[in-house]
T-cell receptor
Framework: GAGVSQSPRYKVAKRGQDVALRCDPI?????LFWYQQALGQGPEFLTY????????KSGLPSDRFFAERPEGSVSTLKIQRTQQEDSAVYLC????????????FGSGTQLSVL | RKEVEQDPGPFNVPEGATVAFNCTYS??????FFWYRQDCRKEPKLLMS???SGNEDGRFTAQLNRASQYISLLIRDSKLSDSATYLC???????????FGKGTKLSVKP
């Protein structure tokens, strides 16, 4: 497809389960971003990749959160031992260049931790 | 002080009204500024970049005031379809560290 694709669209997890969220950026886009958006809030920055290099992971809330982009294309955000406060929409975005330009967002993965 | 702050609203205005939103940012070294629009239950989409000299795109005008560290968005002749949440975005401590405000909700009524 032409846009950023995220899967799954919805994920329900029991507290303590591990989850993996996938992002397929627009083909050829250098930069990839992950954001967390709680209900009624703006997107909160989690991490940023330029190709396969993770240049900024300052927004990851704890060491339970891990992101990778091993071949500089598809990215996976993994959350270990999920907690209720992890419930949110996880948005992935990509941009053509090195970061400070138009972001193209996917539709997000809505994670509910019960 | 939060890195990017916006009045959450909601701003309820009639069709045809002019409405303005402000956004303040804390990092004086920030170089990149944007306004995004987010419809309910949808992903954010770029509305416009904000340039130092100010810029206009149809009914939308964006301004940057570096001395006071705020950016503004002016919408003229509001349409029903302008109803959305408007997100201010500023780059943070690194090139790809793009920080979003919490958003300002606009509701345009007939």
């Amino acid at each position: 497809g032409a846009g950023v694709s995220q899967s799954p669209r919805y994920k329900v997890a029991k507290r303590g389960q591990d989850v993996a969220l996938r992002c397929d950026p627009i083909s050829g886009h250098v930069s990839l971003f992950w954001y967390q958006q709680a209900l009624g809030q703006g997107p909160e920055f989690l991490t940023y990749f330029q190709n396969e290099a993770q240049l900024d992971k300052s927004g990851l809330p704890s060491d339970r959160f891990f992101a990778e982009r091993p071949e500089g294309s598809v990215s996976t955000l993994k959350i270990q031992r999920t907690q209720q406060e992890d419930s949110a929409v996880y948005l992935c975005a990509s941009s053509r260049g090195q970061g400070n330009e138009k972001l193209f967002f996917g539709s997000g993965t809505q994670l509910s931790v019960l | 002080r939060k890195e990017v702050e916006q009045d959450p609203g909601p701003f309820n205005v009639p069709e045809g009204a002019t409405v303005a939103f402000n956004c303040t940012y804390s990092n004086s070294a920030s170089q990149s500024f944007f306004w995004y629009r987010q419809d309910c239950r949808k992903e954010p989409k770029l509305l416009m970049s904000v340039y130092s000299s100010g810029n206009e795109d149809g009914r939308f005008t964006a301004q940057l005031n570096r001395a006071s560290q705020y950016i503004s968005l002016l919408i003229r002749d509001s349409k029903l379809s302008d109803s959305a949440t408007y997100l201010c975005v500023v780059n943070g401590r690194s090139q790809g560290n793009l920080i979003f405000g919490k958003g300002t909700k606009l509701s345009v009524k007939p």
